[in-house]
Every structure is written in structure tokens, then in C-alpha cells.
T-cell receptor, first 113, second 116 residues
Framework: AQKVTQAQTEISVVEKEDVTLDCVYE???????LFWYKQPPSGELVFLIR??????HNEISGRYSWNFQKSTSSFNFTITASQVVDSAVYFC??????????FGQGTTLQVKP | DAGVIQSPRHEVTEMGQEVTLRCKPI?????LFWYRQTMMRGLELLIYFNNNVPIDDSGMPEDRFSAKMPNASFSTLKIQPSEPRDSAVYFC??????????????FGEGSRLTVL
């Protein structure tokens, strides 16, 4: 069975601090996709990144970076120099080759000014 | 370009009433998904369509739930009769052929349903 675990329920940081959101997944598939989605207070889900199981290189996009390690089944997300606008719920998700996403329970990030 | 459009944004109804949630996917997208978000169960897929045909409805909780996609630009999720445990945020999402094999979805803003 597929499963995504986000052990951190809530994280609170002060603006400009770096923060890492953890994600651990379980799957028996050799081909799969990992995602991070952001849910701001307005409620919609915003796609941040997709990574396929054959691509373990880390990615950086501005203040965001992602670390994918198959050896530990982890796909962690780091925000550098956090800002108040980063406050949201962040979801890690897993899929095979369809839009049937298995979501983690989410991590609520609060960035205080 | 317009994103996925859902209506109503908020619905409050009484137990036993019929509820219809509506979704307009992004133009040109051929796959449409209905997800539900609750505190207890998190985000879970209810059903998805490909080219207007239901592909996987294994997540539909019970016969009280039904979904239709009569054409490429419209889908409905109906609950009849509604129960308090159906209270949740219902998300519609769509994607195109380029992304459908990866799971990258475009979500609407959700319909928050409260059943009293």
C-alpha cells in the first residue's frame, strides 16, 4: 500500500529563519511521483513541485529547495529565509502514474514577523 | 486563463437535503478529479474522469454520493441524502494529457459543505 507521512503537524518560526518540512513515503512501485502542494489560508491547493522516482537530483527554486532521497524514502522541503507569506499548510503527496494522489496529513507552517 | 471553477463556495444545508456541487475544469483539460478534505481523513480522492468517462470511483463513500461529467466543461458531485458526516471541503481538480500521467493537478478553490 502507498502511504505518506508528515510527522510535523505544526511548525512555528520567526521570519528569516530557515525551515525544513519532512516527508516520508511508502510504496512498492518502482515508478512513482512525489509532490508538494501549498494550501494558503484562502484554501486552494497550489502545486509547488513534482519529482519522479528516477530523478533524485535536488532542486532549488528561489527560496525553496527539495531533497529527494530514495534510500530513506524521504522528500523533504526547505524554505530558506522564511517570510510571513509562506504561512500555509503544506502537503506532500505520492502517485503512481495517475492523478490519484495519496496525501500526507499536512504540516501547518506559521511564520511570525 | 481561468482556473478550475467550483460552485458554490460555501453551502450550509440540513441533514437529509440533496446537495449538488459543480465544477468547470480548465479548458482543454481532459481529466477531472473530485477530492474531499476533512480533519479526520485529510485529503482523499473520491472519483476521477478521463475524457468524461469515470475511471476510478473507489473512493466514493457510499451510494449517497454520485458524480457525473456530461461534457468536457462541466461536472457535478451530488449527495443525496446528505448527513452531518459529509461536512467537508470538496475540491475539484483537472489536468491535461501532458501531465495526466504524472499526477500534477490544478485545483479549484473548493466548496465548503456544512450539513447540520
Amino acid at each position: 500500500a502507498q502511504k505518506v507521512t508528515q510527522a510535523q503537524t505544526e511548525i512555528s518560526v520567526v521570519e528569516k529563519e530557515d525551515v525544513t518540512l519532512d516527508c516520508v513515503y511508502e510504496t512498492r512501485d518502482t515508478t512513482y511521483y512525489l509532490f508538494w502542494y501549498k494550501q494558503p489560508p484562502s484554501g486552494e491547493l497550489v502545486f509547488l513541485i513534482r519529482r519522479n522516482s528516477f530523478d533524485e537530483h535536488n532542486e532549488i527554486s528561489g527560496r525553496y529547495s527539495w531533497n529527494f532521497q530514495k534510500s530513506t524514502s524521504s522528500f523533504n522541503f526547505t524554505i530558506t529565509a522564511s517570510q510571513v507569506v509562506d504561512s500555509a499548510v503544506y502537503f506532500c503527496a505520492l502517485s503512481r502514474n495517475t492523478g490519484k494522489l495519496i496525501f500526507g496529513q499536512g504540516t501547518t507552517l506559521q511564520v511570525k514577523p | 486563463d481561468a482556473g478550475v471553477i467550483q460552485s458554490p463556495r460555501h453551502e450550509v444545508t440540513e441533514m437529509g437535503q440533496e446537495v449538488t456541487l459543480r465544477c468547470k475544469p480548465i479548458s482543454g483539460h481532459n481529466s477531472l478529479f473530485w477530492y474531499r478534505q476533512t480533519m479526520m481523513r485529510g485529503l482523499e480522492l473520491l472519483i476521477y474522469f478521463n475524457n468524461n468517462v469515470p475511471i476510478d470511483d473507489s473512493g466514493m463513500p457510499e451510494d449517497r454520493f454520485s458524480a457525473k461529467m456530461p461534457n468536457a466543461s462541466f461536472s457535478t458531485l451530488k449527495i443525496q441524502p446528505s448527513e452531518p458526516r459529509d461536512s467537508a471541503v470538496y475540491f475539484c481538480a483537472s489536468t491535461d494529457r501532458l501531465r495526466e500521467g504524472t499526477g500534477e493537478l490544478f485545483f479549484g478553490e473548493g466548496s465548503r459543505l456544512t450539513v447540520l
